[in-house]
């Protein structure tokens, strides 16, 4: 079965400053998506950013970079330059490939307070 | 906003009623999931369509559950003999299988989503 751990549920961050959230997960696959999802406050959840198992390259979107670790199946999120409309609940969330139901599993989430 | 549109936002039901979700996703997209919140925790898929097809139901998803999607258009969650247990948030989204214009394949769009609360 797949599973996503993220094991921070609680992370602060002064504002302009840079930070990482961690995602691990497990899978047999070898071919899989894996996404962050941002959920502010009381409003709908939007994707961050998208990684392709088989590219190696990380994904980057504009402040917003991952770490993606095939071998050690680990997948971070860093955010650079943070802002106060950051502050949001990010999850991580892995599906194998388009050609299944594209169905989302998701980890536990992990709050970040960006603070001025 | 995403597209995605859901109602009603909030719903409060006692025990024992039985409720019914709408979802509208986005027109062009041929997937739609139905998804469940509890506070602090990450959404658990329920199900999954294509066009009108209902092609996956996960064991959360109790006999009391039903998910339809006539014509592979707006899709309705209805939880007959509503329990406690079930307060949550129901969260909709669509994707496309191919890549449209600007949307990419199998990226998930995420309506706002109903919060039930079951007394």
């Known amino acids: 079965a797949q599973t996503v751990t993220q094991s921070q549920p609680e992370m602060s961050v002064q504002e302009a400053e840079t930070v990482t959230l961690s995602c691990t997960y497990d899978?047999?696959?070898?071919?899989?998506?894996l996404f962050w999802y941002k959920q502010p406050p009381s409003r709908q959840m939007i994707l961050v950013i998208r990684q392709e198992a088989y590219k190696q390259q990380n994904a980057t979107e504009n402040r917003f970079s991952v770490n993606f670790q095939k071998a050690a199946k680990s997948f971070s999120l860093k955010i650079s330059d943070s802002q106060l409309g950051d502050t949001a609940m990010y999850f991580c969330?892995?599906?194998?490939?388009?050609?299944?139901?594209?169905?989302?599993?998701f980890g536990q989430g992990t709050t970040l307070q960006v603070k001025p | 906003d995403t597209g995605v549109s859901q109602d009603p936002r909030h719903k409060i039901t006692k025990r024992g009623q039985n409720v019914t979700f709408r979802c509208d996703p986005i027109s062009e997209h041929n997937r739609l999931y139905w998804y469940r919140q509890t506070l602090g925790q990450g959404p658990e898929f329920l199900t999954y369509f294509q066009n009108e097809a209902q092609l996956e139901k996960s064991r959360l998803l109790s006999d009391r559950f039903s998910a339809e999607r006539p014509k592979g258009s707006f899709s309705t969650l209805e939880i007959q003999r509503t329990e406690q247990g079930d307060s949550a948030m129901y969260l909709c989204a669509s994707s496309t299988s191919q890549r449209l214009g600007g949307l990419n394949a199998n990226e998930q769009y995420f309506g706002p989503g109903t919060r039930l609360t079951v007394t």
């Open positions: 969330a892995f599906t194998i490939s388009p050609s299944n139901t594209g169905k989302l599993i």
């Open positions: 899978t047999s696959e070898n071919n899989y998506y």
